[in-house]
Structures are given as C-alpha cells and as structure tokens.
C-alpha cells in the first residue's frame, strides 16, 4: 500500500496543475489595433502651370504585401510640352482614418529619396524639394515636370528609396520602399 | 460543443513522451572478468548489483550479464569463494559492456574497462550520438553546428547567426527537439529561427534519424535530437566543471560552469545550477567583415532532485536568452534591390569590427520550468510523469525604424507562445525477454502575436497513446509499436479587416517495426521500418505576405492536409579491431510533402513586383546514404571517411525538390599519442570537406541564382589533458577554413549576400573538479 499512496500524491499534484493551467485561449482581437506600417496607395497631383487645371492619378493596394491585385491603378495623361507642378501624397489606407505616410517621409527627409524616370516617353523632372543634409540633398515629394514633344505611350517609374544615415542621392544605395511604374500617354 | 468537451478533457489530461528513458529501469550491464595476468575467463565469480539486488553468475567463458538496471552510479559487487566481495562503482547511462581484470591472489580488484557503451534503446533506427569527449571540441558552436558533426545531419543557415539542424533533407517543424526531455516549442516553423538551447548545457547530444513519431508524438519525419544533462549527482561532495572557448574570426568568447552536490547527510537530495554566457562580433568572410552579425547569449539553469530508492521528484528551470544581429545587406526592398545584392560580389552594406547589434536583429527568450516525478510500481516496472510549461517571446526589428517616430523603437513582429506538456509512461521490467512501454503524452499551447500580421493568433491541443514492445535473445533483438495522436487546432485570423476563425481535426495512426541482429560480436545488422506524421502548421496554412530576405510573396492554404512519412531503413555496423563501418540506408516517403511551389504571375504591390509562392502538397521520396569508414593500421592512427548522399524527388511533378542538402564528403586523418608524464589522451588530426555543387534541382526553380559552386575546406584539430594529481585540465584547439577559403553554401539562405566565415581558430579549456566531503574521503 506504501507504494500506492505516492502514484496517487503525484497524480494528483499534476491533474491539479493541469487543471489550473488549461484555460489559455489567444487574444483573437490581436491587431484589431495593430500599427503596422504599410504603403498602400500613392497620389499623384499634377497642376499644369499654363492652365492651372489640376489631374490626380493612384495607385492602391489596401492589402499591401498581401497577394491580392491593386484596386486603382491610373494611366497618367500628360500633354506635350507642358509642364506640371507635381506633388506625390502617400497614404496607408489600410487604417481608418488613413495614415498620411508623406508626412512622416518629410520628418525623415534625411534618409529618403523618390527618383523619377521615364520608358517610351519623355519627360524632364526636376526637383522642388530639399532635405536639411549638407550638403542639401533633393526629397521629391514636389517636383517639376517637363513633358517634351513627341506624343506616344510609355511609363513613368516612381522609386522611394530608405537610406537611414546613408543618403548620397544615389539611387542603388538603401533599400526600396516604393516602387510604381504608371502607364503614361503623351497626347 | 463536444468537440470542446474533448478538448477540455485532454486539457486536463496533458501528455506527452520523450523524457522518460533517463529513469527507466531497464538497462543492461554486460561484462566479462578475466585474469589480470593470464587474460583467462574468471568462472564462478557472483556480480550483484547491490542497489537493486540483482545477480548473476559470470560463465564458464567468464561473462555474465545483469538486466533491469536503473541509469545512475550502480555499485556492482564482486564476489569469489574465499575472497574479499570488492565493490565497484560504475556511471551507468546506457546498456554498458564492462570487461574486469582481477588479480587472482586474493582477487584484488584491478581495473575496469568500459568497452562499449550501447547506443541508447532506440536500437533498431539509426542513432547517433555525441557524447563529453567529441562534445569538448564542440564547444561555443550552436547545436545545429555541433550536431553537423554527425554524418546525416546538416545545417541550414540563415547568415553566420542563424542556424537550424537538417537530418537527411528535412528541418524546421520535421525534426523534434527533446530539451532534458521536454519537447522544444517555439516557434520552429521559421526557417530564421534558431533552436533555443544551450548546448553547455548538454553533456550528450542523440540523433535518431528517420521517422520516430512513436514515442515522440506528431513532427519527428526527419527524426528526433536529444540534449541530454548528466543526471543529478548521487555521490557526497560538490563538483561541477568550468568552459571557456574563445573564437578568433568574430572575436567571440563562451563561459559557462556548473555547480552540482549532493550531501552524506541527506542523500537523496542533490541540486545542480549552470550558467552560460557568450558574445561574439561581427564575422570575418576572407574578403570582407559581415556587417551586423554579433551575437549576444545568456543563458541559466538550476535543478533539484529527491531521490529515494523508489521513488524520486526533479525540478528543473531554464531560460535561454539572445540578441542576434542579422546581416543589414540582407534586407530587401523589392526584387530589384534582391537582383541588385545578387549581382553585386560584395554585400553592399560593409563595415569594420564591432561588437555591436543595430536593426536588423532578434529577441527571444525562452522560459522552461519542468516537474518530474518517478515511482517504482513494485516489481512490475517503474511510473514516470513529466509536467513542463514553456513560454517562448520571440521579437524581430526589422530594419527600419516605423516612418511614424512616435511608435518609438519596437519590433516589426513579437510571438509569444506558450506550451504545456505532461507526460506519463510506464515502463515494464523483463517478463521472459520481453520488456516494454505505455505512454501518454499531450500538448497544449496558445500563441499570440502583436504588430505585424505573420501567422496568426491560435490555440491547439494534442495527445497520444502508445505501446512499444520489445522481445531480445542473445542475437536478435525485435521492437514493435503502435500509436494513435489525436490534434485539435483552432486559428483566428485577423488580417486585412477580416476576422475567420478556422477549426482543424486530426486523428493519426503510426506504427513501427524494427529488429537488430548481432551475426557476430563484431557485425550486426538493423533495419526498421517507420511512420510519422505531421499537421500543416499555422505558417503554411495563412501566410500571406511578402517575406524580406526572399524578397517573395508566400501564400499559405487552409485546405492543406496532415503529412505522412513512411521510413525505411537498414544498416551494417561492424566494429573491428583494424576497421569500423558504419554503412546505413534511408528511404523516407512522405506522402503529401508540404512545399512552396512558385506560381504567376508574380504580386504586384506598391514596392513593385515579387515571385509568388503557394504551399502545395506532393509525394516525395527522399533516398539517402550515410557511410562512416575508419580504419586503425596502427595503434593511435585512425583514417576516417564520411559520406553523405541524398536524393530528393517531387513525384507528383517529376521533379527534384528544391533546398535539400547537396552530397558531402569528409575524410580524414587523427593520431592520439601515449600518455607522457601530466600530458594525457593528446591527439591531433586534419580533414577535408567536400561538398558539391547542388545539382538536383528543379528545372522550374525561381531560385533567383544558381546554386553555389563545389567546395573544400580544411580543418585541423588537437588537444590534450593535463592530470595533476585528480586535477584535470582539458585543452583543445581547432581550425576551421584553414585555407580561408570565400565560398558559399547552397543551403545558407543568405547566399545570395555574402561569403561564409573565413579562417577560424578557436581555442578551449574544460576543468572538471570535484571536492569530497572530508569526512567521507576516506572511505574510498
């Protein structure tokens, strides 16, 4: 009998531990408020300085990484020989209200660049803006551009590169945080 | 509601195996005593076990056997008509063959010599094992590097701070990890997250290769790691050993010590406490430093056992800690800053030496406490019960800082999951050559997440039941078993401004058949035959995102069904006194395999494209070969050979499957010289590692290069004892790349980034020490 009385001690002893210790359900509201920081959408303004007439253009992916297809994605329409003040707004629109991340780009001017190109067509960009490195390297949230004469369609590709302590306003340096390619026409 | 029922029910009633063996009564002491002087077999000697009471008569040719013996320091004593019994004590961990020298005249105890120490009681699979001696020169790596050692076993890699061990092709969630007996749970699913052990903490490190669910539970496919602590003292006095291993690449320096006692005036107490703690910078590959790839480890544990003739309690804590810096080239925007790394010959982030860790890193803790008891059930066998709660935080900064500064320094990801683990076995001691096991194990666990959306928040219950039987003779020994694992999971996934809830079901039969035959003393012959199985995890069922480093769009599948593993395989091991083989054979088919299947078009996203990949299930077959050759022409000299061959084949798209180890080979050459004066059991020996350029790949794979080149490396090892007196002093130095060799190995994911380390020499110290209580010392 000596034998019995520890099996049913330690039995006991572990039944109770199991018993106090079972309910674990997750937290299943996890990230109803989670902040993770996500680029969804890019607008792009353009105010032709002749005619002051004002045309918007996006992209927007509300899944963000995820594997699901871009809700709004615009062709831009560019007449030629003109030229346009150009403002870049970036939203995350996965969060209500949604999040302005230009905003926060602007307060980390020193680490970030956007770099404009052109495929087909042609287009001449200069920029507005300028950060406080020294020397004063461009942001590019406000540009110029220049549309040339040829009429025709192509791409205008629109990059913003992280460059935490290393900005050089060299595009292969850091690493991409955007990147869209928007099917343009010149007309 | 039932369904709840059930799961509150196995709530209660937690189980699990694994931690069992290490008190389980059932080895067995061979020997054989002979003449000191004229090497003739003693007859008529009586050996007791004085403990337990067990004897046996040694036989005309001297031998004798005892069996049922319980692990720990057995005293054996000797008996001869007319002679003085002499006691003898020996450090029994396994089945042990002794062989006792007597001085005839008035038998003087002589000496015994341990000349085999069996392969644990897994004995019809494939089991290696690295035990203090080969572990001395292993010290500081991580387990995944201490245990590619092991000819079978791999590493994947994840830059020179992460690595995963591989056995026979398969990682991660396939292979289980008993940490002192408690089923590691963290979160292995990520092929970037590193076992949490300490490996100073093991004194002896076990891979069972091939499919082992039957006393494991689900996930052993590829097969099973034991890290296994000595037991906890039971002689009078205090002890413990002190390490030291410094790196000479990164800089790097271990310490670790333990402390263990046991006291003469309360026996069945002893207590153990072991600290550890290393720092190393960043790594030096031939051309370059490795920008951010310090690590930075403490870890700690302490134990404490009651030990009563029949029965016995342990309580055991550990917590590991790390901060690990990973690679900052290795981070990609989008496919174009993957291409542009690719391209580059040089990380395209470099620096100097530092020590210290930036964004990108990792954060993880992993808390075990762990409760065991024992009791002797009379003679019909012994009861073990283990009860443990694991809580595991694992925290990774990306490396950027959130655009909103306001958010402050914190984690991209954190995972917490917390895991509960009882198990009861009982153990039947020897009926007419039969002795067996019947256990119960269960898991619960619940993990959550914060910040990004990786896998989801979940909670899960299993359990199982199983019975092993095994059946020996002189020659044969024959093992069966069968096992029936239930598993209920429930997931929340909360993604995207979606709430599902997805409830899974599975209920799994395995089974396994095995037998070792000895044609001779010095050849035997095993075979066994597996199965296992494994539930799709919560990585592989969800995902659904960009995955940085790949720079890939992953996309999990709710509808995934449970793995199953089908292993076969056999193997010849002789043992001579001019040659060891050791030649084994695998065939592991997994009927629907878990993998990642490229798929198009690719995600198109706001940073621009990225290669997509589903999860998919397909048959494979994995075939392989493991051969260990040595050859002793003459005393001290040994000329070794391993061989590793594994061929891995999709059979559903007639294909071979991608990131599975390529073939490798070493070979080599150690000669350990006479003992001279203090300086004992010196050795010292070269080796050449040749592993092959990947070839087996699918004709499809997206893998963005091809695989790395073929290459060798050289390595060099030595070291020695100083005895003074009972005062030993370990020393041992090796050197790994000799030839600083720039190569990059296939299954290092960041391959694409940079080199592997260069030249590394690493030097070690050990000193065991032991102090007796003065008022027994002499006794002895």
């Known amino acids: ?187 | 509601m039932k369904l709840k029922l059930f799961g509150a029910l196995i709530g209660v009633v937690m189980w699990h195996v694994g931690a069992a063996q290490d008190t389980a009564c059932t080895l067995t002491l061979k020997g054989r005593v002979v003449d000191l002087h004229t090497n003739t077999a003693l007859e008529d000697v009586a050996i007791v076990a004085v403990e337990t009471q067990q004897g046996s008569f040694a036989d005309a040719n001297g031998k004798f056997q005892l069996t049922g013996l319980c692990p720990g320091t057995v005293t054996i004593s000797v008996s001869h008509i007319g002679c003085e019994t002499q006691l003898l004590q020996i450090n029994l961990q396994r089945d042990t063959t002794i062989k006792v020298k007597l001085e005839h005249k008035g038998l003087q105890l002589h000496e015994i010599e341990v000349v085999e120490a069996k392969k644990e009681s897994h004995s019809t699979q494939q089991v290696s094992l690295l035990e203090t001696k080969q572990l001395e020169k292993l010290r500081g790596l991580s387990l995944a590097e201490s245990l590619s050692k092991i000819n079978g076993v791999s590493t994947l890699n994840t830059g020179s701070t992460i690595s995963k061990p591989v056995i026979h092709g398969l990682h991660s969630n396939r292979i289980l990890i008993l940490n002192n007996g408690v089923r590691l749970e963290g979160q292995q699913w990520g092929s970037e997250h590193a076992p949490e052990i300490d490996p100073f903490m093991a004194q002896r490190l076990t891979v069972i290769k091939g499919a082992s669910s039957l006393q494991y539970g689900s996930d052993a496919i590829g097969g099973v790691i034991l890290v296994d602590p000595n037991h906890l003292p039971d002689r009078p006095g205090i002890g413990g050993e002190f390490n030291f291993a410094g790196y000479s690449n990164n800089a790097e320096g271990n310490f670790s010590a333990t402390l263990e006692g046991n006291h003469a005036r309360v026996p069945a107490l002893s207590w153990r406490v072991q600290g550890t703690y290393r720092r190393s910078g960043n790594v030096r590959s031939p051309a370059y430093w490795q920008k951010n790839t310090g690590v930075e480890e403490g870890n700690f544990s302490a134990a404490l056992g009651w030990k009563k003739e029949n029965y016995g309690f342990e309580v055991f804590y550990s917590r590991f800690y790390t901060r690990l810096g990973v690679l900052s080239a290795s981070h990609m925007g989008n496919l174009d800053d993957l291409n542009r790394a690719i391209e580059s010959n040089v990380p395209l982030e470099l620096s100097g030496f530092s020590y210290k860790i930036g964004r990108p890193y990792q954060n993880v803790v992993h808390d075990m406490i762990k409760a065991k008891a024992y009791v002797a059930t009379g003679k019909a066998g012994s009861l073990d019960i283990v009860f443990a709660r694991q809580f595991n935080l694992r925290k990774e900064y990306d490396k950027r800082l959130p655009y909103n500064s306001q958010l402050g320094d914190r984690p991209g990801f954190e995972f917490q999951i917390q895991t509960l683990t009882l198990d009861v076995i009982w153990q039947h001691r020897m009926v007419k050559n039969f002795n067996g096991t019947v256990g119960f194990n269960g898991v619960t666990q619940t993990n959550n997440f914060k910040y990004g959306y990786f896998i989801p928040a979940f909670w899960n219950f299993s359990g199982g039941v199983f019975a092993i039987e095994k059946w020996h003779n002189d020659k044969v020994e024959v093992e069966a078993g069968i096992r029936l694992d239930y598993k209920w999971l429930q997931a929340f996934v909360n993604h995207n401004g979606n709430k599902n809830t997805f409830t899974f079901n599975y209920v799994v039969p395995s089974g396994s058949v095995g037998f070792e035959y000895h044609i001779t003393d010095k050849l035997k012959w095993n075979t066994n035959l597996g199965t296992s199985w494994r539930a799709p995890q919560a990585n592989e069922l969800f995902a659904d995102g960009v995955h940085h480093g790949a720079a890939s769009v992953e996309i999990g599948d709710a509808s995934l069904k449970p793995e199953m593993a089908y292993n076969l395989s056999t193997g010849i091991h002789a043992a001579t006194r001019f040659f060891d083989a050791d030649v084994e054979l695998y065939e592991n088919l997994i009927t629907r395999f878990i993998y990642l299947q490229p798929v198009l078009p690719p995600t198109l996203t706001i940073r621009g494209e990225f290669p997509t990949y589903h999860y998919r299930q397909a048959n494979a077959s994995l075939t392989g070969a493991d051969i260990d050759l040595c050859a002793k022409p003459i005393r001290g000299l040994e000329l070794f050979s391993k061989t590793s061959l594994l061929f891995a084949y999709n059979l559903a798209i007639r294909d071979w499957m991608t990131q599975m180890p390529p073939q490798r080979f070493e070979n080599g050459i150690r000669y350990t010289l006479r003992d001279f004066k203090h300086v004992k059991e010196t050795y010292f020996g070269v080796s050449v590692v040749n592993v092959l350029q990947q070839k087996l790949i699918p004709q499809n794979d997206t893998g963005y290069a091809l695989p790395p080149k073929a290459y060798w490396l050289l390595n060099f090892e030595a070291g020695f004892k100083l005895q003074f007196k009972k005062q030993a002093v370990h020393f041992s130095v090796t050197v790994t790349n000799m030839a600083n060799i720039a190569y990059r190995d296939y299954l290092d994911r960041f391959r694409y980034f940079t080199d592997q380390k260069g030249v590394n020499a690493a030097l070690r110290i050990r000193v065991p020490f032991f102090f007796e209580p003065k008022s027994k010392a002499k006794t002895n």
């Open chain 1, 1 to 187: 009998m000596n034998r019995i009385k520890p099996v049913i001690f330690i039995i006991l002893t572990f039944v109770t531990l199991s018993v106090t210790m079972y309910s674990c359900k997750p937290d299943t509201n996890t990230c109803d408020n989670c902040e993770v920081e996500l680029i969804t959408s890019a607008y792009v303004s353009l105010t032709d300085s002749a005619t002051g007439a004002v045309s918007h253009f996006a992209f927007r992916d509300l899944d963000g990484d995820g594997a699901n297809a871009p809700v709004q994605f615009d062709t831009i329409q560019l007449s030629a020989n003109h030229t346009y003040n150009a403002t870049l707004l970036v939203l995350d629109e996965s969060k209500t209200p949604a999040d302005t991340i230009s905003n926060e780009i602007l307060e980390e001017a020193n680490d970030h660049q956007f770099f404009y190109h052109t495929h087909d067509v042609t287009v001449n960009f200069a920029y507005v803006d300028f950060d406080s490195n020294t020397p004063a390297l461009p942001i590019g949230l406000q540009t110029k551009w220049y549309v040339g004469s040829t009429t025709g369609n192509g791409n205008v590709h629109i990059e913003l590169k992280h460059q935490p302590g290393i900005k050089d306003g060299n595009e292969a340096t850091g690493d991409t945080d955007l990147s869209v390619e928007f099917s343009t026409r010149v007309q």
